[in-house]
């Protein structure tokens, strides 16, 4: 057993997260990366020399061009290459990066929301509260996510909200199920019984003294969560269930471009899968930091 | 006010005024229910029971106002239990709770702004709310019930800081900020915030150190005056129980086994239990001391000994103590005590 | 005269941070002969525990053992490396913590545990650890000790796990024991049964410890010797009872002060002004000074040590009356 001190008194919590976190030069690089990326998302039709679904600035003669190659009218270079139906293949990860990115944060954020408030609702109240919110997410837990996705798409159709109704359908549980742990703890805490005893309304209890003590775990995996909706709307789409061709991710994109691979056109499926993988391993990245971060911070005080 | 029939329990508090405060034959059980494979498994026979535990045992305890009632006891002896029974925290399995006389509404269900019972809460770094500023600590039970208006929230704690021996900067740092001792005084300021009557203290200066645990005493005492309060002031020390209150009360596995004024007890305790607690208890008397202990250890609250809880450690128990409970009688003026040694 | 088993002599460590130096032994110095017990009093922060982790050579990044010398039987502690000083750790040292998990580890039995211990370092065989094992339960007094060995540490009470630990500490005869405030958080009555069993146990067996507290009184009744400490730094040593019937450091006074004992029912009790002041914002020269009614301008300087004979020392420029000479 190793013995060090904690010296740092005088700054709130968030500075004292921003530096535990800055600790790292992967984590920074990390952030820096997803930051990269989602700006690049954000700005995707305004940096994106083309726009590859509108189908008059498509030449099919351009088709299966290698990368650096000019286009055909001289118009613009093809950096990344061309697709078969001659759509640029960097505007098209701009665009596919827009949509995954997009996606996985929107539904993350729902299905946080949704989840942490039945989680909290749980773990504050007990009985038989708990009992139902707790097993209907067992229920669930048990079933593969992606099988579950594949149902409710089958039942419902293909289309931007449906993946994103699938997705969260998918996820909330795993927040539930954390957040009713987090507030199981925190709820005999004294600072609760002190609330309670100063007889703050329960929902006041709830949202201002219960959820943001229970938030650190929470965080972790949300952030985790969203690399994972983004690699499961991925392969949903790479299975065709996914989101349709007029809005494709970087799923769609690299399933299209899956039959090329062998006959050397790798371009059209690599560079949707390298800018998969940056933008997971980004997520991962922050979300580790996070974790070493906030989980002994809390048993510091 | 006298009962006619031999209720020494109840003569012993409501002797010259009525109590602000009176538990009344309370009891609390914590049962642990048999979960679903354990009731199918007893419907094949095992012989599995709930497990209960008898944290308090038909205490009946008043404290008048302007008094400060010790209740000293150790760990496991219930005294935590029965402060949050006496708060309103836990509810009770048995016997009442009232204030001025009538029966309080179990908390939940109470209307209306002030709560006339607060607590003051043991442990500095739990018992304060880690994401919160000082201000809204402090400030938030007066604003949500109309006590304080918001845009009076930060003048009203800072009037209550300075009170309690804090600096004006306190009101917007966050709990780490402070030291144990200043966090205390976070937790004091919390419950005057609501302006109450009565403060039950459990163990509020057992995490301190000494001389932080002599200012903070000092700030009870000077609050007492202040703001005329009550307090049942929980502990395991002897020494600050002593120096603090009017009255002491000894707690042992669930039960009060003696009640005396303070210095009567200190002086003359009678329980056997009582005894043990102060020739154990070290003190500055420099002389090498060996060690005088009570054998054993405290019994499972989930087995209680029969009869009087304390006949296995007792070294002067007889037969009689293992059958029968001891009855709380009056051994000399409001000095009550529960043991056979007294006599019949 | 008697050499001593432990001699410590201008221990300094420190804890480097983005914020500064903290010093958090800061020139301590003592020593200890064979079976005397040690009382090593004060508040938090005042740096008693690190003094007992550097001595077992526990502190760890970013902290530092960067002076002084720890000197066991003649043996030099300081900077000797790991490996060395994991011979010597539960062996000829031992240290028994407040929270008797931090010995135990509560996923084993307690026998694997002991004959564990006993094996690292005495070369002998497991049923004779297990023997050994079993005699030591018996001496810190645990009922059925043959029984309870094969026991997991969370089915005895707080107050039979710290027994547990000790017993651990004395399994391979150690020459010294460090004991950090392991009754703080016991019950009276188990407190008085430890300090019982630690009595007994250093007389028979000439093993010096140093009780690391808070509680003077407890010191009182237990130690031969205490000493006191403040902000890094040993501001008064002797006698226990040269020190608690005479304490010439006004914090050792004003420690006392604050005892209940020692105070008058229903008036205000003796108290200290001010907190400890923070490691990273210590005063220059004297750390007590900004709570000290006697200090003054000569205090600016760390003071000396000052030798009131029969062993007793302190450091101050303004101390407190011998109280004993005019008794």
Known sequence: MKISMQFFRGESPFARLARGYCSSGFAVAGLILFVALATLALLGPVLAPQNPYDLAHLDLMDSRLEPGRLAGDGAMHYWLGTDEQGRDMLSAILYGIRISMTVGLVSTAIALAIGLTLGLLAGYHGGKVETLIMRIADIQLSFPPILIALILLALSGQGYGKIIVALIAVQWAYYARTARSAALVERKKEYIEAATLLRIPSHRILFKHLLPNCMPPLIVISVLQIASAISLESTLSFLGMGLPVTEPSLGLLIANGFQYLLSGKYWISFFPGVALLLAIVSINLVADQLRDVLNPRLQNH | MKFEHNNMEIQATASLAQPLLEMRRVSKRFIKPLDAAAKIAKLFGARLKEETVHAVDGVTLGVHAGEVVGLIGESGCGKSTLGRMAVGLHSLSDGARLWRGEDMVPLGRQRGGNSPIQMVFQDPHASLNPRLRVRDIVGEAPVVHGLVAKRQQDDYVKSLLERVGLPQTALTRFPHQFSGGQRARVGIARALAVKPEFLVCDEAVAALDVSIQAQVLNLFMALREEFKLTYLFISHDLGVVRHLADRVVIMYLGRIVESAPTDELYSHPNHPYTQGLLAEAPTLDVRKKTFIAIKGELPSPLAPPSGCHFHPRCPHAMARCSIERPEFREIAPMHFSACHLNGN | MEKPVLEVKNLTTHFTSRAGIGKAVNGVSFSLKAGEI?????????????????????????????????????????????????????????????????????????????????????????????????????????????????????????????????????????????????????????????????????????????????????????????????????????????????????????????????????RPMQQIPGMTPQLLQLPSGCAFRDRCARASELCRVAPHLVHAGQGHEYRCFHPMENTREAA
């Open chain 3, 38 to 266: 040690m009382g090593l009093v004060g508040e938090s922060g005042s740096g008693k525990s690190m003094t007992g982790f550097s001595i077992m050579g526990l502190i760890d990044a970013p902290g530092k053992i960067v002076d002084g010398s720890v000197r066991l039987n003649g043996r030099e502690l300081v900077g000797i490396g790991e490996e060395q000083m994991r011979s010597i750790r539960g062996n000829k040292i031992a240290m028994i913590f407040q929270d008797p998990m931090m010995t135990l580890n509560p996923v084993l039995r307690i026998d694997t545990q002991m004959v564990e211990t006993v094996l690292a370092h005495q070369n002998v065989s497991t049923a004779m650890a297990l023997q050994i094992a079993c005699n030591a339960l018996r001496r810190v007094g645990i009922p059925s000790a043959g029984e309870r060995l094969s026991c997991y540490p969370h089915q005895f009470s707080g107050g039979m796990r710290q027994r547990v630990a000790i017993a651990i500490a004395m399994l391979n005869n150690p020459e010294l024991i460090i004991c950090d405030e392991p009754t703080t958080a016991l019950d009276v009555t188990i407190q008085s049964q430890i300090l019982s069993e630690m009595q007994k146990l250093c007389k028979e067996s000439g093993t010096a410890l140093i009780w690391i507290t808070h509680d003077l009184s407890v010191v009182a009744g237990l130690a031969d010797s205490v000493s006191v400490m403040y902000a890094g730094r040993i501001v008064e040593s002797g006698t226990v009872r040269e020190v608690i019937e005479s304490p010439r450091h006004p914090y050792t006074h004003g420690l006392l002060g604050c005892a209940p004992s020692r105070n008058v029912r229903g």
